[in-house]
């Protein structure tokens, strides 16, 4: 890999390859890594920007908003509406669509997004994340919610930034899975991996554990089987990590293996799950299966489900790719018991 290779020159190299980022989608991923780096500014400012702590509002999931949901949510709205890139936008953040003001100039292309990945890290220093997903906006008459429902295998472009130790953006088109850490000094993102692969096997599990009780029986069995270690069926020791925000959780994972799992559980048995299709599963499963790794409900693959609702909620299963099988067939076996 050719040292200091920038996003935007990434971006320009690739067009050129393959023709996989038409311009318009190239300004729409620069401008989404630019809202990312004035997030992680923020982020990094911390209590000294008066960013940290709680809003006095709720989300349309009934979640107590933090400053920086709210901070990111505007951040990545103001960056994106302008540049004549996009029809419309939707957000964790926002019950409704937004569409672009009529002053700007309607672009082609749908951005989602969850503006701040795993709130409840923000006031304890740890990682937390911005995930995006972009679809093509359907020919036809005015921009609306109905546009936004298409499946996870019609995405054009997935990625998150990650703001941890280093703050790294994370990105596909459909080419495979490439990284770039932010460089302040420069104030640019710089490619410092490309072609990551996540390995087939693994020995690492991500999950709350804390809800063991209410899982469904094929999660159960995975994790006792996990837990047994060498002495058990699975002949090797498990370690465990839970972060406790996806985009980090994953980001180990694109990075050294595993397998993340947010299953359904009986807290709320009428939800499919807590993590939301279009914004947060959707774009992940795309990097993880670009990847090498896979990604499931469980029963079908994530991306081919085809969204009822903007918000709407997913069981969630990905990583390396013989634990998410594994975990398939325990759901299979289950579901044919009598
Ligand atoms: P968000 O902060 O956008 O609401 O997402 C948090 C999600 C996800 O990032 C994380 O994996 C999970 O919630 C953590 O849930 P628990 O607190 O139940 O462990
Ligand atoms: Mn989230
Ligand atoms: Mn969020």
Redo the contacts with the bound molecule.
Sequence with gaps: MANNISLTRYLVEQQRVDGSIPSQLRLLLEVVARACKSISHAVNKGALGGVLGAAQTENV?G?IQKKL?IIANEVLIEANEWGGHLAAMAS?EMEDIYVVPNRYPQGEYLLLF?P??????IDVNVS??T?FSVLRKPDGAAVSEADFLQSGSQQVAAGYCVYGPQTTLVLTVGRGVAMFTLDREQGSFVLTQEHVTVPEDTQEFAI?M??MRHWDAPTRRYIDECLLGAEGVRGKNFNMR????????VHRILTRGGV?M?PWDKREPHKPG???LMY?ANPMSWLIEQAGGASTNGHQRIMDIAPAQLHQRVSVVLGSKNEVERLTRYYAEDAAQP
């Design positions: 999931q979640e949901d964790e969850d701040l990945d795993g709130s409840s890290n937390i994340g995930i709350n804390s809800n839970w972060i406790a925000s996806m985009v980090a959780d993340f947010y807590k993590l939301r947060e």
